[in-house]
């Protein structure tokens, strides 16, 4: 019998104190043994010498469309993708897939869809909408990871955005459960109203597009949810933060008490408003890319410790839905999980914003596992914890190609950049997920419920 099932040699191992030689033990799909050496046998060793060990990334904003949407993406492909990029967990958004995860029916469905195709675990967002605040508590009670409301119109008729009293009296509902609400914050009245004029006179660039959702429709959002999180103690995450100045505005309220967190997407850290008329309809996203000087203050919030997490906003469509003239038409969302990880670690060495590794396991693993209950099991690398690995390797700069995509459709707005760093392989709770393209193990994938109130 070997004392291990798994141990990984020779590796620079990322724990909260940095980047350290060490070497970990794996029995059960669990962490059993962290040293500079390890003795005994296992069923697997692997030799990682000039590698990087992270934990396994959690991508907290995914929407992989299954049920009713699967030739969207599809939870088979969608994790693929994640996990050549290093992700073992994810966060699956309750629209576009169809029906909207708005009651216990739909989250049943979805549960079982994602046990059978998924080879990364997962969790669930519950959807907070006008029309189903009865529905939370059931939601909570059957495990959803939080719920999720847009302050603007969500793309799809069967995910109403939530007014300013639904948003709050779900808000008030989320609260007593202990469980955080995820909100998409831009002012409709604003974009809505930007949009007609625009469409009326007949301006439908990309330009016209941008300029139709400016940085204050963000601004006025997430004052306004700030406000209603004074008032009813709810515990709110902000997603895909676009700008340096409402990072700000989250990080005043915090130091007074609010309960708040925040992410942003590579998109918004790596590309601005010109390449977004430079790549056209593959890189159109709401909020929309902003300005190069935004793009820079929110990169000056990030490197100050003030944004949380960093996700993909995966949010793939077939090739149809990104034709046209029409910017205000063509599908929105940037697909993007399968390069989270490499090219936010690439990104430090190209312009110099130096993010220590041990920060980057953080926004991408620990601090998720700390903001949605899941401490007990993921995060980090440390004895006790599920045994979940991100392998990088630093390369001399490989171009993202549409060859080496894993998505459904082989579409992105990072097509043709150059990342320095390179995921080898994927491992969730000891057994290799992916590896160097492939994907050796059937989909064996569990969900995620929150473990204490967040």
């Excluded at 940095?18 to 697997?44: K, N, Y």
């Excluded at 869809?113 to 529905?135: H, M, Q, R, Y």
């Excluded at 400016?214 to 949810?225: C, H, I, K, M, T």
């Excluded at 130091?255 to 850290?269: F, M, W």
Aim: overall charge negative; some cysteine.
């Amino acid at each position: 019998m070997s004392d291990f099932d798994l141990i990984l040699r020779n590796g620079s191992v990322v724990t909260p104190d940095g980047a350290h030689p060490q070497e970990v033990g794996v029995r059960d799909g669990v962490i059993v043994a962290i040293a500079d050496s390890i003795g005994g046998t296992a069923a697997e060793e692997l030799d990682l010498t000039g590698l990087f060990v992270f934990p396994g990334a959690i991508d907290v904003h995914v929407h992989l469309n299954e049920p009713g949407r699967a030739d969207w993406e599809g939870i088979l492909t969608g994790t693929r993708a994640l996990a050549a990029g290093g992700a073992s967990s994810f966060f699956d958004m309750p629209l576009n897939s169809s029906p909207a995860l708005l009651n216990v029916e739909a989250l049943a469905a979805k549960r079982a869809l994602c046990e059978e195709k998924s080879i990364c675990d997962f969790a669930l967002w519950g959807g907070l909408t006008p029309v189903n605040l009865a529905e939370l508590p059931a939601l909570s009670a059957e495990g959803v990871i939080g719920f999720k409301a847009f302050m603007s119109a969500s793309g799809t008729s069967d995910f109403p955005r939530a007014d300013t009293a639904s948003l709050y009296e779900g808000m008030r509902i989320a609260a007593d459960l202990g469980r955080v609400v995820a909100v998409h914050a831009e002012n409709d009245s604003i974009v809505s109203h930007l949009a007609k004029m625009a469409v009326g006179e007949g301006r439908l660039s990309m330009r016209d597009y941008l300029a139709s959702r400016p940085v204050v429709a963000e601004l006025e959002a997430v004052q306004r949810v700030i406000l209603l999180a004074w008032e009813t103690g709810c515990a709110v995450h902000f997603v895909h933060v676009s700008t340096g100045r409402a990072v700000q505005m989250i990080t005043s309220a915090r130091e007074q008490g609010a309960d708040l967190t925040c992410e942003t997407c590579p998109h918004y850290l790596l590309l601005d408003e010109e390449d977004a008329v430079r790549i056209g309809a593959a890189a159109k996203c709401a909020p929309p890319l902003r300005a190069a000087w935004d793009r820079a203050g929110l990169w000056a919030r990030l490197l100050a410790g003030e944004v949380d997490l960093v996700a993909s906003d995966h949010s793939p469509a077939p090739p149809d839905l990104k034709l046209g003239e029409d910017f205000f038409r063509i599908w929105g969302g940037i697909s993007g999980a399968q390069h989270t990880l490499p090219l936010v670690l690439s990104e430090t060495a190209v312009e110099g914003h130096f993010i220590p590794l041990e920060r980057l396991a953080a926004l991408l693993a620990q601090n998720p596992a700390r903001r949605f209950g899941l401490t007990r099991r993921k995060g980090a690398i440390e004895v006790g914890l599920e045994a979940d690995f991100a392998i990088v390797a630093q390369s001399d700069g490989r171009v993202i190609t549409r060859d080496a995509l894993h998505y459904r459709h082989r579409q992105t707005a990072y097509l043709g950049r150059r990342v320095r760093a390179e995921v080898v392989r994927t491992i969730l709770r000891g057994r290799t997920i992916a590896m160097n393209g492939e994907f050796p193990v059937p989909p064996a994938g569990r969900m995620l419920c929150p473990e204490v109130a967040a």
